[in-house]
């Protein structure tokens, strides 16, 4: 009887009843059934005495069944071996290309294998048992002779250890920190210039002093008067030209004074009251000045430019104290409010890093690196234990002081970069301006969740990075505008309540007076600054 014999074995019959199957290979992921044939109900008829706990038979958890999965040991093992051959789980997917280059470095590091034809002396064959290069040891006894049953001690140099230091020991910095300070050096040279009247009042006193002169007490806790909104231009400084002005600072507490940083590579502190005249100018950048940030009692601020240098100065005397660069522009940077950490500040980068610095030892102290793009904004909150930051990769990250591993990670596909924030009052929330024309708020505690209830719209942002500021009671938020206005919101309703026109340009720095009623400065590319009250 003739037949196709191709899909059975040669030694059986066609008419044998034993059906044969090919074998399941491990990589097959054909299902035969669906979820949904999984959870139809049985079939026949209804059960007319049945209650709905009935159905809930069928599941061991809450959401389904769970049911054991097996796998066998020859299986586990083999995938267990194939991912350790390539580094471990983390490096699952590592090109050939590049197994085969580590591969070649860890060959380059041993010595030649030798000659197979020389038996003793220089290139005598040594095969498989070659050691490393001397680049990577040291012989110890080396000068000594050795004795028939003494052997020659390797000590291999581990980088990851740490050395053991005595207590006053001279130690020499590391090359790459060397060479950080030479480019430091060769930032050039700083400069100040006193503009004042006089530099000395009838006491002695500097601009430092806080006026007691005064119809007001500068030295109150700011948020202790009630706040409205301003009306009136009252005063305007045009010191910085036409080129933009891209920050703009209070004195800590008391506001008596008003810093400035513009595209001019300059930075200029003005008098707020007696005269408003301009005191002091701070040169050493040479390029466009993007950040500044007093420290917690106003005596130092810190200047990052584009440049790619970080500056920290004296307010009082203008003498430039410390240089800071790791070669990257610093988009934004915050002196650590705390007690504890007054001398150290944070830097967020354009290469997606943040950066914590010691201003006494101009060392690198920590270093956060989770972000994808460009680092915008740095607040500090939770009792400066903690900050957030926002970067270009439309997320916001929570990290705890000192430990570079976020604690928390907010990242929605609807979301937009945010460009600036600024802390509420009450320390609980944080308004973050978003490049889609409106004013989100977050959590600034444990949760750091978004208060969904609160968003402040009527402005215009998209395309340029324009502060937020809140009044110092709490009850107003402030932003400015890319057609030129300022905006005032109510907190709680959300309510725009005024716009005012404070230029022709995009206003894109705001701040609140922390002492003043209802005194707010605003400035922007005109690179004129405006006083309102």
Same mark, same amino acid.
């Given at each position: 009887?003739?037949?196709?014999?191709?899909?059975?074995?040669?030694?059986?019959?066609?008419?044998?009843?034993?059906?044969?199957?090919?074998?399941?290979?491990?990589?097959?992921?054909?299902?035969?059934?669906?979820?949904?044939?999984?959870?139809?109900?049985?079939?026949?008829?209804?059960?007319?005495?049945?209650?709905?706990?009935?159905?809930?038979?069928?599941?061991?958890?809450?959401?389904?069944?769970?049911?054991?999965?097996?796998?066998?040991?020859?299986?586990?093992?083999?995938?267990?071996?194939?991912?350790?051959?390539?580094?471990?789980?983390?490096?699952?997917?590592?090109?050939?290309? &590049?197994? !085969?280059? $580590?591969?070649?470095? #860890?060959?380059?590091?041993?010595? @030649? /294998?030798?000659?197979? %034809?020389?038996?003793?002396?220089?290139?005598?064959?040594?095969?498989?048992?070659?050691?490393?290069?001397?680049?990577?040891?040291?012989?110890?006894?080396?000068?000594?002779?050795?004795?028939?049953?003494?052997?020659?001690?390797?000590?291999?140099?581990?980088?990851?250890?740490?050395?053991?230091?005595?207590?006053?020991?001279?130690?020499?910095?590391?090359?790459?920190?060397?060479?950080?300070?030479?480019?430091?050096?060769?930032?050039?040279?700083?400069?100040?210039?006193?503009?004042?009247?006089?530099?000395?009042?009838?006491?002695?006193?500097?601009?430092?002093?806080?006026?007691?002169?005064?119809?007001? &007490?500068? !030295?109150? $806790?700011?948020?202790? #008067?009630?706040?409205?909104?301003? @009306? /009136?231009?009252?005063? %305007?400084?045009?010191?910085?030209?036409?080129?933009?002005?891209?920050?703009?600072?209070?004195?800590?507490?008391?506001?008596?004074?008003?810093?400035?940083?513009?595209?001019?590579?300059?930075?200029?502190?003005?008098?707020?009251?007696?005269?408003?005249?301009?005191?002091?100018?701070?040169?050493?950048?040479?390029?466009?000045?993007?950040?500044?940030?007093?420290?917690?009692?106003?005596?130092?601020?810190?200047?990052?430019?584009?440049?790619?240098?970080?500056?920290?100065?004296?307010?009082?005397?203008?003498?430039?104290?410390?240089?800071?660069?790791?070669?990257?522009?610093?988009?934004?940077?915050?002196?650590?409010?705390?007690? $504890?950490?007054?001398?150290?500040?944070?830097?967020?980068?354009?290469?997606?890093?943040?950066?914590?610095?010691?201003?006494?030892?101009?060392?690198?102290?920590?270093?956060?690196?989770?972000?994808?793009?460009?680092?915008?904004?740095?607040?500090?909150?939770?009792?400066?234990?903690?900050?957030?930051?926002?970067?270009?990769?439309?997320?916001?990250?929570?990290?705890?002081?000192?430990?570079?591993?976020?604690?928390?990670?907010?990242?929605?596909?609807?979301?937009?970069?945010?460009?600036?924030?600024?802390?509420?009052?009450?320390?609980?929330?944080?308004?973050?301006?978003?490049?889609?024309?409106?004013?989100?708020?977050?959590?600034?505690?444990?949760?750091?969740?978004?208060?969904?209830?609160?968003?402040?719209?009527?402005?215009?942002?998209?395309?340029?990075?324009?502060?937020?500021?809140?009044?110092?009671?709490?009850?107003?938020?402030?932003?400015?505008?890319?057609?030129?206005?300022?905006?005032?919101?109510?907190?709680?309703?959300?309510?725009?309540?005024?716009?005012?026109?404070?230029?022709?340009?995009?206003?894109?720095?705001?701040?609140?007076?922390?002492?003043?009623?209802?005194?707010?400065?605003?400035?922007?590319?005109?690179?004129?600054?405006?006083?309102?009250?």
């Amino acid at each position: 009887m003739a037949g196709n014999f191709g899909e059975y074995p040669p030694n059986m019959a066609p008419q044998d009843s034993l059906v044969v199957r090919e074998q399941a290979q491990p990589d097959h992921a054909v299902v035969p059934y669906t979820g949904e044939d999984l959870s139809r109900p049985a079939l026949g008829p209804l059960n007319p005495f049945k209650d709905q706990s009935s159905a809930l038979k069928r599941k061991n958890v809450l959401t389904g069944n769970a049911e054991e999965a097996f796998i066998s040991e020859h299986t586990f093992r083999s995938k267990h071996r194939a991912i350790e051959r390539k580094g471990g789980p983390e490096r699952e997917y590592r090109s050939g290309a &590049d197994i !085969k280059e $580590e591969a070649a470095m #860890i060959r380059a590091g041993r010595q @030649k /294998k030798g000659d197979a %034809t020389i038996a003793d002396g220089d290139g005598a064959y040594v095969g498989p048992w070659a050691s490393y290069k001397k680049s990577e040891w040291e012989e110890v006894g080396q000068d000594e002779e050795l004795a028939s049953d003494e052997e020659v001690e390797y000590v291999y140099e581990d980088d990851d250890d740490d050395d053991v230091i005595e207590s006053g020991a001279v130690v020499t910095a590391p090359a790459a920190a060397l060479a950080r300070r030479k480019v430091v050096e060769e930032m050039g040279d700083e400069t100040t210039i006193f503009h004042g009247s006089e530099q000395f009042d009838y006491q002695g006193r500097t601009y430092m002093h806080v006026p007691q002169d005064l119809d007001i &007490d500068l !030295k109150k $806790e700011p948020g202790s #008067i009630t706040n409205y909104i301003p @009306k /009136k231009l009252v005063h %305007t400084w045009k010191h910085h030209g036409d080129k933009a002005v891209t920050a703009l600072r209070f004195f800590p507490g008391s506001g008596h004074l008003l810093m400035s940083a513009s595209a001019d590579t300059t930075v200029k502190i003005f008098d707020v009251y007696h005269n408003k005249e301009l005191l002091r100018s701070y040169c050493g950048h040479t390029k466009a000045i993007t950040d500044i940030s007093f420290n917690r009692d106003g005596s130092q601020f810190i200047s990052g430019s584009f440049d790619r240098s970080m500056k920290l100065w004296d307010t009082e005397t203008g003498q430039c104290l410390n240089k800071f660069t790791s070669g990257k522009t610093p988009n934004v940077i915050r002196f650590n409010p705390s007690v $504890e950490h007054s001398t150290e500040f944070l830097a967020g980068l354009s290469d997606n890093k943040i950066v914590q610095y010691d201003t006494r030892t101009r060392e690198l102290v920590q270093e956060y690196d989770h972000h994808l793009n460009a680092v915008n904004t740095i607040t500090f909150v939770d009792g400066n234990r903690r900050f957030m930051t926002t970067s270009d990769d439309k997320s916001i990250r929570a990290w705890d002081y000192n430990i570079p591993v976020p604690i928390k990670y907010i990242a929605e596909p609807y979301m937009y970069p945010i460009t600036r924030t600024a802390l509420h009052p009450s320390q609980k929330y944080l308004a973050c301006q978003s490049s889609d024309n409106q004013v989100l708020v977050y959590g600034a505690t444990d949760k750091f969740r978004q208060n969904r209830k609160k968003s402040f719209r009527g402005h215009n942002n998209a395309g340029t990075a324009i502060d937020l500021a809140f009044s110092p009671d709490g009850q107003f938020l402030a932003s400015g505008d890319s057609a030129g206005f300022v905006a005032f919101w109510d907190w709680k309703t959300c309510k725009m309540y005024h716009k005012l026109q404070a230029g022709d340009q995009a206003i894109t720095c705001v701040q609140w007076h922390p002492q003043e009623t209802s005194k707010v400065v605003a400035a922007g590319l005109d690179g004129t600054i405006r006083y309102w009250d």
